[in-house]
């Protein structure tokens, strides 16, 4: 995995050349620590860092160029399938100056031009500069593993895969984006293509640009996770070859992902999804699978025990981690430094520390188990929405509109004062104005709890635009294949493998993720509602998939999930830390909440009135990113 920037001049005068892009690429060196390079001409310059997986020898170097030097390009990222293109290539005459996927891209680019992108299998951010077009081609990968920003100021446009190597452009300046920001509140990140800074977007999932010397520019989606040829497949298949043919996508995207030259191993929860990835790769490896955990010191948390029996059970060689408050708290710094933008998921902790203790043991490649349960429908609120959807929801449309309101402020009312039910009173109270309950798997501030803690009379966008966009893309699929859309759209593609890109690579670790192989997206979204949930239980087919490689307590245990017990912290000291800065911080100043109502929750939560650690870490993680990012206040560590 590498990082990549580069600046682009649409006008008289931007500045592109070398003292400018090599300052960008440095302050992305984390993603790469292992080379720099930047390569500029008139009007353009592209700067890379190198974390090398592949052929580490120089002759991966980038940026790279085709043999006449036309097409420069930097790029960061893993193509799975670049063995099957190069033959392809070299049999159309392409001469090779490396091993490396990068320069596969080169060469398919020059066959492709930017459709080349489709051919592509694997996870990777890309900038490509088409000297005879005059044209800048980027690209983000399928599912959004990889992130890619990118500016338009005056006169130029800039990218990276960060955004603080934007803003090391003179151009550019740190300020806040309030439409971003009231979107944030609800979805704990800034929907695509938003950024929490101003004047900054992002590529979203499966998304190209094209962005010309004269400054016009267009982005199109080249894919989507609904194949009509997947779909006649498997509305052909019995449920035991939906069973077969889930266990055979599996194991063909862990041997893809095994593809390196540097040492692997696995993030193990002891949970379905991880322990699977590490059961299929021990079939595949002589040496003993690295597997590695966090725990918290706590029981009703800790997952350590599953993951220590997955690992005795597949002769893993094991570590492990323990994060306290005290580890959350001082590395609050570091955290809005790495994140760019706030994601207010506080896994992001305990992914950062098992991050740093693979990289401290030699391991720089790592498979994650995300993806899957939103693919599966592995939580419980989505099979609580789904219930609620398709039994409650219509008949409370034929109640008249002020009854509906009524009952709706009723419930929340309730819900509110005892801290209990909130999320099933918010979409109560959405369905009761005819609106779609489900808005994602992680809701913060909604309806009327989002209403209490803005500043009175402050007008703001409706998150709802945001939902209604990506249920509308989703056509007629069923309801499981919408929140399925919805979810691989925002929630997974800008918090969830955000979180987990953002907290690996500060460690210089690259983590590559199974369960979104888009093949295996593919199969998963086409499948009919009682393959994914049965019985009431979520991830129904997968269960039955890997029956004969798990222990049958780790495949039937409930889901416990990758958290941590904040909302235990948030009672104690570190509450106590989290208030006062809130308070102080430079964001109070903007006059966008209120802190009264902020503090009520803080009352609530201390006396044990409900659990509002998840609305109050939003508060929290965004505060202190402003101080940072936007006033200047507080120091990376």
């Not at 800074?197 to 400054?215: C, E, H, Y």
């Not at 779909?231 to 298949?237: L, S």
């Not at 109050?616 to 200047?632: P, Q, R």
Request: proline letters at 5%; charged letters at 25%; hydrophobic letters at 40%.
């Amino acid at each position: 995995m590498c990082g990549i920037c580069g600046a682009l001049a649409t006008g008289n005068g931007f500045a592109t050349g070398e003292d400018v892009v090599t300052p960008m690429r440095e302050t992305i060196v984390h993603r790469g620590p292992d080379d720099g390079g930047t390569w500029t001409a008139p009007g353009i310059g592209l700067g890379h860092r190198r974390l090398s997986i592949i052929d580490l020898s120089p002759a991966g170097h980038q940026p790279m160029s085709n043999e006449d030097g036309t097409v420069w390009i930097t790029f960061g990222g893993e193509i799975y399938n670049h063995r099957e293109l190069r033959a392809e290539l070299e049999a159309k005459g392409h001469v090779y100056r490396s091993h490396t996927d990068t320069e596969t891209i080169v060469h398919l680019y020059e066959e492709e031009g930017p459709r080349c992108v489709e051919r592509l299998h694997g996870m990777f951010h890309y900038a490509i500069w088409d000297k005879a077009r005059s044209e800048l081609h980027l690209a983000r990968d399928r599912l959004g593993k990889k992130p890619l920003y990118y500016a338009e100021p005056f006169g130029g446009f800039v990218f990276g895969s960060e955004i603080k190597a934007l803003l090391a452009h003179p151009a550019l300046e740190a300020d806040l984006d309030e439409e971003a920001f009231f979107h944030y509140l609800t979805f704990v990140c800034a929907p695509a293509p938003m950024t929490m800074f101003r004047g900054i977007r992002k590529l979203g999932p499966a998304q190209r640009m094209t962005v010309r010397a004269d400054g016009s520019s267009e982005i199109e989606t080249y894919w989507s996770p609904f194949s009509p040829e997947t779909a006649a497949e498997v509305a052909a298949m019995s449920e035991e070859d939906m069973r077969e043919r889930l266990l055979h996508l599996l194991r063909e995207s862990i041997r893809r992902r095994m593809m390196s030259d540097v040492p692997f191993g696995v993030f193990l929860s002891g949970g379905i999804d991880s322990s699977t990835n590490v059961a299929l790769m021990a079939e595949l490896m002589e040496d003993p699978v690295q597997t590695f955990s966090v725990g918290f010191g706590d029981p009703r948390y800790d997952e350590l025990t599953y993951a220590r029996a997955v690992a005795r059970r597949f002769g893993a060689d094991h570590h492990e981690i323990v994060v306290g408050p005290q580890d959350l708290a001082s590395f609050v710094p570091q955290l809005v430094y790495h994140q760019d933008e706030p994601l207010a998921d506080w896994t992001a902790v305990p992914m950062h520390y098992v991050s740093k203790l693979a990289r401290e043991n030699g391991t720089i490649v790592v498979q994650v188990g995300e993806g899957s349960d939103e693919l599966f429908h592995g939580y419980r609120s989505y099979l609580s929405h789904a219930r609620f959807r398709s039994r409650y929801w219509p008949a409370l449309q034929l109640l008249p509109l002020p009854l509906r309101r009524t009952l709706a402020r009723a419930a929340l009312g309730v819900a509110l004062r005892s801290g209990r039910g909130v999320a099933h009173a918010q979409a109560l109270e959405e369905a009761a104005e005819g609106r779609l309950p489900f808005w994602g798997g992680a809701i913060a501030y909604q309806g009327a709890l989002k209403r209490r803690v803005l500043t009175n009379g402050r007008a703001h966008p409706d998150s709802y635009e945001v939902v209604q966009r990506f249920w509308r893309e989703a056509g007629d699929a069923d309801l499981l294949q919408k929140m399925s859309y919805l979810e691989l759209k925002n929630r997974l593609a800008e918090l969830l493998l955000m979180r987990v890109d953002k907290m690996t690579m500060a460690n210089s670790v690259e983590a590559r993720v199974p369960f979104l192989d888009h093949e295996l997206v593919e199969f998963a979204m086409a499948l009919p509602p009682r393959m994914r949930v049965r019985d009431r239980e979520g991830k129904y087919l997968l269960k039955q998939a890997v029956r004969g490689l798990l222990p049958r307590e780790i495949v039937d245990r409930e889901k416990q999930g990758f958290v941590a017990p904040v909302a235990e912290w948030f009672r104690g000291e570190l509450g106590e830390q989290a208030r006062r800065e809130i308070r102080s911080s430079s964001l109070a100043e903007r006059g966008l909440l209120d802190y009264d109502a902020i503090d009520r929750l803080w009352n609530a939560h201390r006396a044990g009135r409900g659990n509002w650690a998840f609305q109050l870490w939003n508060v929290y993680n965004v505060s202190a990113w402003h101080d940072f990012w936007v006033a200047g206040r507080t120091p990376a560590a």
